[in-house]
């Protein structure tokens, strides 16, 4: 979704055609909110792979670029930085792989500090989105006021 405007295709693309809800609050919100945690986060570069060659320079830069087809998501991405000793050909212990599935963790963020609006999917059916109100209300007493129905309801 971008600042106003709704997309067809970012709700088909991520959100299927089931009820599902999209977060909207700005960039410098979301990027103040996690100041003191372990995460760093950035706009992604649209990059045409098959014109150039990615800069060297800084890790994070494959972790934040994604192909030119995807321009239009004007994406954003917060990421963790593991850092691991590479030996060889062999994976160190305590890196993701599929024999060891990444770790998950929570961070303190509290949806109703930051989110400015809760959007309904417009392919939600009615009995879904009083399910998504009902759920809102009863886990942030109050953040209910900030849901809204997609305008392309």
């Given at each position: 979704?971008?600042?106003?405007?709704?997309?067809?295709?970012?709700?088909?693309?991520?959100?299927?055609?089931?009820?599902?809800?999209?977060?909207?609050?700005?960039?410098?919100?979301?990027?103040?909110s996690?100041?003191?945690?372990?995460?760093?986060?950035?706009?992604?570069?649209?990059?045409?792979f098959?014109?150039?060659?990615?800069?060297?320079?800084?890790?994070?830069?494959?972790?934040?670029?994604?192909g030119?087809?995807?321009?239009?998501?004007?994406?954003?991405?917060?990421?963790?930085?593991?850092?691991?000793?590479?030996?060889?050909?062999?994976?160190?212990?305590?890196?993701?792989?599929?024999?060891?599935?990444?770790?998950?963790?929570?961070?303190?963020?509290?949806?109703?500090?930051?989110?400015?609006?809760?959007?309904?999917?417009?392919?939600?059916?009615?009995?879904?989105?009083?399910?998504?109100?009902?759920?809102?209300?009863?886990?942030?007493?109050?953040?209910?006021?900030?849901?809204?129905?997609?305008?392309?309801?």
């Amino acid at each position: 979704m971008g600042e106003h405007k709704e997309s067809e295709a970012m709700w088909q693309i991520y959100a299927g055609r089931g009820a599902s809800v999209a977060l909207v609050l700005p960039y410098e919100r979301l990027r103040d909110s996690l100041r003191g945690t372990e995460l760093l986060i950035g706009v992604v570069t649209y990059f045409d792979f098959n014109r150039g060659v990615m800069p060297e320079g800084n890790v994070f830069r494959a972790t934040m670029c994604k192909g030119h087809e995807y321009e239009h998501e004007h994406e954003v991405r917060i990421v963790k930085h593991v850092p691991s000793i590479w030996s060889g050909d062999k994976v160190p212990p305590g890196v993701p792989s599929i024999a060891n599935p990444p770790r998950i963790f929570t961070i303190p963020w509290v949806i109703a500090d930051h989110v400015e609006r809760i959007v309904i999917s417009p392919s939600a059916a009615r009995w879904q989105a009083d399910a998504i109100r009902s759920v809102v209300a009863r886990l942030s007493s109050g953040l209910e006021a900030r849901i809204f129905e997609s305008e392309m309801t």
